[in-house]
């Protein structure tokens, strides 16, 4: 469990710059609860007040009902941390890095070898290899063993995924998946907009303030406007055409789409705007009438 | 026929008994967007590395804006251009600064720096942060910037390794609004990029899986041959079969 209430914390030599601007929200226990957004939103801020490495200037916050102030101690028992910046060390094994971790916390891997092993059993091969050798799909791996040693119930995750190939990503959540079950309760950060329907719950976050926090699919189908996957050839064509679309709110690209935001219910609309797209020299046109995604919704956000 | 501006055959790099790129074989046109996809650990930053210059294959050969990779390494380097997440632009500089720096390094004159460098500022209507630190600017503008600095001697081809990485949705559409505009000019732009929307957005990719170029084609053909709806299937059919667990 874990609650922030209106954190504030700037940098600066005159406090200038603003990076967690009033922000305030609470994740359940066992739940999957994503900070979703772009770097430099206060993604990593938030991440350090919460697991007792910054002090917020005001607001106040708790972590299975520790202060993050008062009961840094007790917190520091009880989280997982795996920062986004990688933090073993390089010049230890993979083996020793995990055993260093183990003691410090005075546990071995032996005690809590159970809820690593899934993970773990990836890196046995490899254990006897400094962890600065390590690609990043394994770094990463092992950092995560490395935060569950002291079977914490609450983990922090910091942009686990940033830079790494969409099939490591996947097999990533899958794991996550799976310590959810077993009842831990997930920070995670990710600037990928595609992991948020992966969450129970996500709050997209831009310079600092929460945009909105709900769940994935309601976040989708609370999108005030109507939209549409468009696709014709060529693409270059179809993009300045709709940029042009008299009644456009906004169109850009999205993967083989372009996407069309309109304001209200039109009758007979996508024959329309077929029409007007082939008098503008596009061919193969294509038009379908789309739910919004997160990475929509993020973009109305930020318009 | 298409012009061919990088050009490989059966090139190869080995570590020891490791082979990190294995023959691999393929073109790349002028004014391309050229998409270089594969797993962590497929190889790809190895032939990067090859393709500009830093390190030398172990066999096959290569020419990259028809120079040797071999031999001509100093002219390769002259004639692209490189931006990474990574390493871009010196933060303690200003905007004006860091052109006049990279213009410099090319060995630009004077004139052409301030030309190129007051169009640039007009372009992207950056008036007001053109004398400002780079670091103080938003990581959106910074990669914008980056890109402005990696084709600002006018290189035949750009390469771009992860240049989209962690910037905001919007940003990244803006920033493949400059890719096109770089295409259209005629440079050819050779991306990697985790997100599998953006390589819909290249003209062919390529896909990596062990050290070899497991698929070459357009978007809509790799879409068709796979017998899927998106790059993201493609991407995960090849990759999940790689043995290399990198």
């Given at each position: 469990?874990?609650?922030?209430?209106?954190?504030?914390?700037?940098?600066?030599?005159?406090?200038?710059?603003?990076?967690?601007?009033?922000?305030?929200?609470?994740?359940?226990?066992?739940?999957?609860?994503?900070?979703?957004?772009?770097?430099?939103?206060?993604?990593?801020?938030?991440?350090?007040?919460?697991?007792?490495?910054?002090?917020?200037?005001?607001?106040?916050?708790?972590?299975?009902?520790?202060?993050?102030?008062k009961d840094y101690k007790q917190i520091r028992n009880t989280v997982g941390y795996m920062p986004g910046k990688f933090s073993l060390y390089q010049d230890l094994s993979v083996e020793e890095n995990l055993n260093f971790f183990a003691t410090v916390f005075e546990t071995t891997v032996q005690k809590n070898y159970d809820l690593i092993k899934d993970i773990y059993v990836q890196l046995e091969p490899f254990k006897k290899r400094r962890a600065g050798k390590?690609?990043?799909?394994?770094?990463?791996?092992?950092?995560?063993?490395?935060?569950?040693?002291?079977?914490?119930?609450?983990?922090?995750?910091?942009?686990?995924?940033?830079?790494?190939?969409?099939?490591?990503?996947?097999?990533?959540?899958?794991?996550?998946?799976?310590?959810?079950?077993?009842?831990?309760?997930?920070?995670?950060?990710?600037?990928?907009?595609?992991?948020?329907?992966?969450?129970?719950?996500i709050a997209l976050i831009q310079t600092g303030k929460i945009l909105s926090i709900d769940k994935p699919a309601n976040i989708s189908s609370s999108f005030p406007d109507r939209i549409f996957a468009v696709k014709a050839k060529p693409m270059s064509g179809l993009l300045k055409a709709l940029s042009k679309f008299p009644d456009a709110v906004t169109s850009y690209a999205?993967?083989?789409?372009?996407?069309?935001?309109?304001?209200?219910?039109?009758?007979?609309?996508?024959?329309?705007?077929?029409?007007?797209?082939?008098?503008?020299?596009?061919?193969?046109?294509?038009?379908?009438?789309?739910?919004?995604?997160?990475e929509d919704c993020f973009i109305k956000l930020l318009k | 026929m298409q012009e061919a501006v990088i050009k490989t055959d059966k090139l190869t790099k080995r570590f020891g008994d490791f082979i990190a790129v294995n023959e691999i074989t393929f073109e790349v046109y002028k004014g391309e967007i050229f998409g270089f996809l594969g797993a962590n650990g497929a190889g790809k930053t190895t032939a990067m590395r090859m393709l500009t210059g830093l390190s030398a294959p172990t066999s096959g050969t290569a020419s990259v804006?028809?120079?040797?990779?071999?031999?001509?390494?100093?002219?390769?380097?002259?004639?692209?251009?490189?931006m990474s997440q990574k390493f871009s632009l010196y933060e303690d500089l200003t905007v004006v600064e860091n052109f006049e720096f990279y213009g410099g390094i090319y060995g630009l004159s004077k004139k052409q720096i301030k030309n190129k460098s007051d169009a640039l500022i007009e372009g992207l209507k950056l008036q007001k942060e053109a004398k400002k630190l780079v670091i103080d600017l938003p990581l959106g503008w910074k990669q914008?910037?980056?890109?402005?600095?990696?084709?600002?001697?006018?290189?035949?081809?750009?390469?771009?390794?992860?240049?989209?990485?962690?910037?905001?949705?919007?940003?990244?559409?803006?920033?493949?609004?400059l890719i096109y505009t770089a295409s259209e000019?005629?440079?050819?732009?050779?991306?990697?990029?985790?997100?599998?929307?953006?390589?819909?957005?290249?003209?062919?990719?390529?896909?990596?899986?062990?050290?070899?170029?497991?698929?070459?084609?357009?978007?809509?053909?790799?879409?068709?041959?796979?017998?899927?709806?998106?790059?993201?299937?493609?991407?995960?059919?090849?990759?999940?079969?790689?043995?290399?667990?990198?």
């Open positions: 469990m874990i609650t922030a209430n209106n954190l504030v914390k700037t940098y600066g030599k005159h406090r200038e710059i603003l990076a967690v601007n009033n922000v305030s929200f609470s994740v359940k226990k066992g739940e999957i609860f994503g900070l979703i957004g772009p770097d430099g939103s206060g993604k990593t801020s938030i991440f350090r007040i919460l697991t007792t490495l910054l002090l917020p200037e005001s607001g106040s916050a708790t972590v299975e009902g520790f202060d993050v102030i390590l690609s990043g799909g394994m770094k990463q791996k092992l950092a995560l063993c490395c935060a569950l040693i002291h079977k914490p119930t609450v983990l922090f995750l910091d942009e686990p995924t940033t830079g790494v190939d969409p099939v490591s990503r996947k097999e990533f959540w899958e794991m996550l998946k799976r310590l959810q079950a077993q009842g831990i309760t997930i920070l995670v950060s990710t600037p990928y907009m595609d992991e948020a329907s992966l969450c129970d719950r999205f993967g083989e789409y372009a996407h069309l935001v309109i304001k209200k219910e039109q009758p007979d609309f996508e024959n329309n705007l077929k029409k007007y797209l082939e008098n503008e020299g596009l061919e193969n046109v294509v038009i379908k009438q789309i739910q919004a995604s997160i | 804006a028809g120079f040797d990779v071999y031999k001509q390494t100093e002219n390769i380097k002259k004639n692209i251009g490189y914008k910037l980056a890109f402005s600095v990696a084709i600002f001697h006018d290189p035949k081809i750009v390469f771009l390794d992860e240049p989209t990485g962690g910037v905001d949705p919007l940003a990244r559409r803006q920033f493949w609004d000019k005629g440079i050819t732009v050779f991306v990697t990029t985790h997100y599998m929307d953006e390589a819909e957005y290249c003209n062919r990719i390529s896909i990596m899986v062990d050290g070899k170029i497991a698929a070459l084609d357009s978007p809509e053909n790799l879409k068709k041959q796979f017998n899927v709806q998106s790059m993201d299937e493609v991407f995960y059919q090849l990759a999940r079969g790689a043995k290399r667990s990198e």
